[in-house]
């Protein structure tokens, strides 16, 4: 007969947890998500554009890569990696990079890890003392989350939709003399929007002259974190840049966060890749291999075959951005029709990821006094699950959301809007 522990528990203490812990928030994207799923399971009809992660049947991984995954489970690759990840899959990552964005990186300036978060935390982790400054723009996925865990000073700048949510030299450049480590992220998560090489240019250069003048007297650089997961998901005329290439003296202070997960639709294959100066890298891989932060090692053997196999890579990306674009471009004209038809609604021009910029310009209106209201009312009257921007940071209630397509169809965009448009005529009526 088992023990019952279930009666010493009691209500949750939180007394039991250190400080830090005590302090992080949970994910919003993540209850959200929680609510949109128990709504399916009761028999609801939702068109789920919160998380961003893909429906396989939607959008399946590379079907090679599946199979090399599988044949690297049968010949017995089940062992534990080398902490940086196997050479092999290095290797690989430092032949695409040269390759595909024509960035030729020294192997020590490579690491694997299990997804792109734990590049990220490994970079927080590496490079920041407790006080130290982070300086990133909002709206923003989850930095202020790790800027917590690490003891670290935010300076949130708050971008528009003028500038497609993206930061200028203009609005970065009063905080870079404080500060230790500069957050970009283009593609951006959560607006779909991209840094132009202008705008790239000018704020690398920036970085490049605070760390001449902090060189001169002697100070710890300026770092850049440059998160580029969804950089192979670009549409229309946008054409992603890297910092580094603009500007290739950054290339001592920048780490690229970059993986599997975006572009190949393989968010629960969990590898994910680092490179960057190896000064840094060094160093990122002591602190993750005692997390043990490395990915599966058959999915890392399977990784690195596929990666040099070139015309399959292209090929799978050539589908996937029509896809991607295909529910992008769906969502887009038809919010675009709403509007010109006179109904309160404005998206922003698809440019990458797998989102979507769209103001539902409703508060004030039937009595609707935030963006959780509008949210709750798209879901209960249309079925329609969405994000907000306080989920990234961005607190105001300004009716701004981002929409996520890796786990709808264009079916189940179409079927979707005309609920959408009934629910602002009637709220406009």
Known sequence: MALDLNPLFGPRRDDTVGTMARGLQGSEILRIAAEI???????????????????????????????????????????????????ALRQSVQRFYERALGLKYPLEGVLITAGARPIIYGVYRSVLDEGDTVVYPVPSWNNNH????????SVEVKTDAEHGFMPT??????????????CLCSPLNPTGTMLSPEAMKAIGQRVVEENRQREARGARPLLVLFDHIYWTLTFGQSRHVTPVELVPELAPYTVFVDGISKAFASTGVRVGWAVGAPSIISRMKDVLGHVGAWAPKAEQVAVARFLDDAPAVSAYLETMRRRVDERLTALHQGFSAMRAAGLPVLSIAPQGAIYLS?????IGKAGLRTNTD?????????GFALVPFQAFGLMEDTGWFRLSVGAVSVEDIQAALPRVEAVLREVVK
């Open 169 to 182: 030299v203009e609005q970065l450049a009063p905080h870079l003399s404080q500060a230790r480590l500069l």
């Open 374 to 382: 509008i949210r709750k009312l798209l879901l209960e009257k249309a």
């Open 358 to 362: 769209v103001r539902f310009e409703l």
């Open 37 to 87: 799923r128990e709504l399916v399971a009761q028999g609801k009809q939702v068109c789920n554009l919160t998380v961003g992660d893909f429906s396989p049947r939607e959008f399946p991984i590379p079907a090679s890569l599946g199979e090399g995954i599988a044949q690297a489970l049968k010949a017995g690759e089940t062992n534990y990696p080398p902490s940086d990840g196997m050479p």
């Open 146 to 153: 790790y800027a917590h865990m690490m003891g670290a000073r």
